[in-house]
Structure formats: C-alpha cells, structure tokens
C-alpha cells in the first residue's frame, strides 16, 4: 500500500518536472527519477524501503514546483546580446545587437526562407514571440550572446504529441489522478501569481505613479495581425517604445495581405501604389531593381530610428516580395490622396493661413530630422539630401509631411558617427546648392548636408509663396529656376546659373504689399546665402514662421 502511494504522488511530480532528472532519498534506494519510477512499476522488489517517510517531501515538491526557466515570466532585459543577422533585413552585416534574438522560418511562394536577427526592442520580440505558429511562418525567440546561431524555427505539424514511454503503461486510473492533482496545483500557483502581481501593483501605485498612467509591461496585450487595425498596430509600435514602424515579421505579414489597387505615380525610379489592408487605404512605394540601396536605407532608417512625427510620412512596413516571376521591394506607408506638394500647387491656389500652414508643418517635418535627440526615446540627427515639392505630401488637414529618405545622412554626437550610406544615386539638379554644383562641400561635416536642405526649402517655400493669392493677384506654378535652364536641366545648366551668375529665383514686385509675402521673400532669401554657413538653420525657420503665423492670428483678433 505504500509503495502505490508514493507511485500514485510521484506521476504528477513526473509530469511536472520530466525534463529533469531528480534524486530521490528512499532508505539505500537512490536513483535518478525518470529511471525510477520505470523501474519500480516493473519490478517493484527492487526498491522495498519507500515508505510514509518520502510522502511528504513528495508532496511539498508537488505543491511548490520549482519553476522551470521555460515558464517564468520574461521580465524586461535591460542587456544587449550579440545575436546572428541572416536573411534580407540584414544587409551586408552578419550580427546585430538587441535584447532578444529570433530564428524564423516562413513560406514564400512554396519557397522556406530561413531568417535570424534580432528584436532592439524587448516589447517587439514579447510581441511577436508569444504569436502562435502558423502553418506558412514561425518564430524562435532567445536571450543571451550569439544564442540564435544553434536554432532553428520548425513549422507546426498536424501530428499529435503523445505521452512519454513511462506513461503508456500507466491505467486511465492513474491517469485520472495525475490530472486531478496536477489541475490543484496549477489552481495553487496561479492563485500564488495572482496574489504576487496585486501586491506588486499596490506597490507600483504607491511608488511609481507614471507607471500605472502609462501602463507596465506585465499588461501588455498581444493580437494577432489578422484581428488588429493598422491605427492597432501603428499605436502599439509608438507607446512601445520603438517609433519605427512594426517588428519585421508583422511586417512580412501585413505585405502579404496587401492588395494593389490602382498606380498612382510612376517615376525614374519606380511606381507608387494605392494599396488596400483590413479595409484601410495605403500607399506602396515599388522600388525598382536599380534603386535597391534607396529601399534599403529608408527601410533601415525607419527601422532604427524613432521618426514618428507628425510631419514625416508614416511608415508602416516593408518587404522583397515575389510578383509575377519577379523580385519586387516594397516600402509601406500612410496614404494621403492629396498627392505631393508639386501636383498639388499646380491644381491649387491658396490663401494666407493655408500659405502659412504648408510651409510651417514642413519647416516643422524638417527641425526634427535635423535635431538629434538624446535618452532611450532620441533620435540621431538626420539630414535629407533630396528635398523637393515631389517629396512632400500634402495631408487632408492642409499641413505636409516629408517622404522619401533614400538618400537621408545621419549623424550621432554620441560617437561622433557620420553615415552616408553607400547609395550611387544624386539629388535633383534642380535643387541643388551652389556648394553641391561646384563640389566644394565638405562631406566629413554633417552641417554642410543640413545647409543643402536649407537651400532646397527655400526653393520649396518660394514654389509654394507664388500660389499664395494677395489683392486678387496670383502667379501660375513653376519649378525653381524655369525662366533659366530646361525642363531637365544638366549638372552644368545648374552649375552655371547658380554658382557662376549667382541666380536666385524671381520675387514678384506684387509680394511687397502683402506683409506676409514680404517676410516669406525675407525669409528664402536667408535661405539662399552662397556662403552656406550664413543661411539659417530649421530651427530658426520654424520660429521665424510661427511668429508669423501668431502675428496674423493677432491681426485676425485685432479686427
């Protein structure tokens, strides 16, 4: 009778903890458990000294599992590992740092793509971790240096698991009981947890006011993709921490349930697409095969640094993708059917708020690039290198925000760190400052590519000044410098007019009896300084602009 007792308390110990080998102290009976209890369920004469005394250390240890690293629950990890980077988000480095890294395993027109990285945000592998398998994409998740270098991800199977060997032989009886107590235990530990985690948020509320305002990663929430909006996901990704988009593989997710609906825009370096996902309009950027490098830096900026701002275009996802036989390289971002600030002046005349809120809100897009931004939520300083009309897009509330950063610079004061990124392509001709034309800018500093942004915003404030209607007089639309040079003006055409006849760009006689006109001419003039140091920074633009605006809505009250 006592050896079936302790046979009948030792199967849910063997359940509990059957990946571990444990020694039991029975009299001159010792053995490693697993091969235990086998053995007495066969031979039972070969262990005769179990008695009432191993009942109860039996018992405690049912009760109070220790619990196995596998079912802890992951707290937050504030160290980086060195993880393995393989697959198309990698580039050309082979390791990243993070503080979980992933293997993946997917199926991609019938193909398996096998991907290793790493999540730089602790919430965004939390996330996409817990996800369960699917039948074309899972995900193994681990923490510690180079750990994901031996993993690899397996996708589920219709296969059933079944009991161990030892459990085979055991009577529904048994089984029964084993269940019976199992079930009280775990009833036993989640009590334990739940009275652990109230008492851990009483003292949060007591301790940490902003963490119970902000919420506190234990109450995180994960949807599948399918079940989430893209406001869902896209306010997920910033209260997370990251600002940057969705982790990788949502973003293979949400690529895949895109449907293209109608082009929008076809240019030199490839076509824009109005898109359609869970019932919500997107725009598709479609990079063709020789703009590789510009989908990669933009697709590496967003991924890495913190660009949520109102005034910078949204990104959402991107992907290589397979269509009709061919590889394709999307970038995913918010739609705006206003179009870019180029087609939208042409069509568009517009008054003094509407003048003033355009130029604002991309001063404003611009500061932020420009400004680096310190602690765990910054940003390293970022300049454009290609700002135009066509890469401004005008949203539904008449502000702008910036697009296309495929040839963005970016510079860190922490290391004093200035990458150019390796893309052969060149600004627009058009657009270009007298020190780009005549190759006299100093590439090792990052305020000379944040001078040439300045002198294309002056351009672009000057396009959208024309359209602006003042004593019932306004100009058609141009592009800068069309009086001079054709329509697809060469690097000496440019060269010419602006660094050796030092042109700028003609201000009407009819903009100096309107005052905001006349500030808005003040302005791109100190925006078009041949001595590049001279010109004003973003910073100065935007306050420049403010003050105006106020001072107009001043007037408005005054009247």
């Given at each position: 009778m006592t050896?079936?007792?302790?046979?009948?308390?030792?199967?849910?110990?063997?359940?509990?903890?059957?990946?571990?080998?444990?020694?039991?102290?029975?009299?001159?009976?010792?053995?490693?458990?697993?091969?235990?209890?086998?053995?007495?369920?066969?031979?039972p004469e070969n262990c005769t000294m179990l008695d009432g005394v191993m009942i109860l250390p039996v018992l405690m240890m049912i009760t109070f599992p220790s619990p196995s690293v596998e079912d802890e629950e992951p707290k937050l990890n504030s160290n980086l590992y060195m993880c393995v980077c393989e697959g198309t988000s990698c580039g050309n480095r082979d390791h990243c740092e993070g503080q979980q890294c992933f293997a993946s395993l997917s199926i991609n027109d019938g193909v398996q793509v096998y991907q290793k990285g790493c999540f730089q945000?602790?919430?965004?592998?939390?996330?996409?971790?817990?996800?369960?398998?699917?039948?074309?994409q899972a995900v193994e998740c681990c923490q510690g240096n180079w750990c994901n270098g031996n993993i690899t991800a397996q996708l589920p199977t219709s296969k059933g698991k079944s009991f161990p060997g030892a459990y085979s032989r055991f009577s529904l009886d048994y089984v029964a009981i084993f269940i019976g107590l199992s079930i009280a235990a775990c009833l036993f530990i989640i009590l334990l947890v739940v009275g652990i985690r109230k008492?851990?948020?009483?003292?949060?509320?007591?301790?940490?006011?902003?963490?119970?305002?902000?919420?506190?990663?234990?109450?995180?929430?994960?949807?599948?993709?399918?079940?989430?909006?893209?406001?869902?996901?896209?306010?997920?990704?910033?209260t997370s921490g990251s600002g940057s988009g969705l982790p990788f593989l949502v973003q293979r997710t949400?690529?895949?349930?895109?449907t293209l609906l109608e082009c929008?825009?076809?240019?030199?370096?490839?076509?824009?697409?109005?898109?359609?996902?869970?019932g919500e309009n997107v725009a598709v950027k479609i990079f063709s095969s020789r703009d590789e490098k510009s989908w990669f830096r933009e697709t590496e900026l967003y991924n890495t640094v913190l660009l949520r701002h109102e005034n910078i275009l949204g990104f959402i996802a991107s992907d290589m993708t397979s269509r009709h036989s061919s590889t394709q390289l999307w970038l995913i971002t918010h739609y705006h059917e206003m179009g870019s600030l180029?087609?939208?002046?042409?069509?568009?005349?517009?008054?003094?708020?509407?003048?003033?809120?355009?130029?604002?809100?991309?001063?404003?897009?611009?500061?932020?690039?420009?400004i680096e931004i310190f602690g765990t939520q910054g940003k390293p300083a970022i300049s454009h290198r290609d700002l135009k009309s066509k890469n401004i897009l005008v949203k539904k509330n008449g502000q702008c925000c910036i697009a296309d950063l495929g040839l963005a610079v970016i510079h860190s004061q922490t290391n004093n760190h200035l990458d150019v990124g390796n893309n052969p392509r060149v600004g627009t001709k058009r657009y270009m400052a007298p020190e780009v034309l005549d190759e006299t800018i100093q590439v090792n500093c990052f305020d000379s590519y944040k001078r040439v942004d300045i002198w294309a915003f002056g351009l672009v404030l000057w396009e959208v000044a024309r359209r602006m209607v003042s004593?019932?007089?306004?100009?058609?639309?141009?592009?800068?410098?069309?009086?001079?040079?054709?329509?697809?003006?060469?690097?000496?055409?440019?060269?010419?007019?602006?660094c050796v006849d030092q042109q700028r760009p003609n201000i009407p006689n009819r903009w100096f009896s309107d005052p905001t006109l006349t500030s808005l001419a003040k302005l791109m003039k100190e925006c078009w300084y041949q001595n590049s140091s001279a010109r004003l920074t973003a910073l100065?633009?935007?306050?420049?602009?403010?003050?105006?605006?106020?001072?107009?809505?001043?007037?408005?009250?005054?009247?």
């Open positions: 050896l079936n007792l302790s046979l009948l308390l030792l199967g849910p110990l063997f359940h509990l903890r059957e990946k571990q080998k444990v020694l039991l102290y029975a009299g001159h009976c010792i053995k490693p458990f697993t091969d235990l209890s086998l053995d007495l369920y066969n031979n945000v602790y919430e965004q592998g939390k996330m996409t971790c817990k996800t369960p398998p699917s039948p074309d008492f851990k948020k009483r003292n949060q509320e007591r301790l940490n006011p902003r963490e119970v305002e902000y919420g506190t990663i234990d109450g995180l929430i994960t949807t599948n993709v399918g079940d989430s909006t893209l406001a869902d996901l896209m306010d997920h990704s910033c949400v690529a895949r349930q895109i929008v825009g076809k240019g030199r370096y490839g076509e824009v697409w109005r898109g359609h996902w869970q180029y087609d939208y002046l042409q069509l568009t005349t517009l008054d003094t708020v509407s003048c003033l809120r355009i130029v604002l809100s991309i001063a404003s897009g611009l500061a932020h690039l420009h004593n019932g007089i306004v100009e058609d639309y141009k592009p800068p410098f069309y009086d001079v040079v054709p329509n697809d003006p060469s690097f000496e055409d440019m060269r010419k007019v602006v100065r633009i935007k306050k420049t602009l403010t003050k105006i605006d106020n001072s107009l809505d001043k007037l408005k009250a005054d009247c």
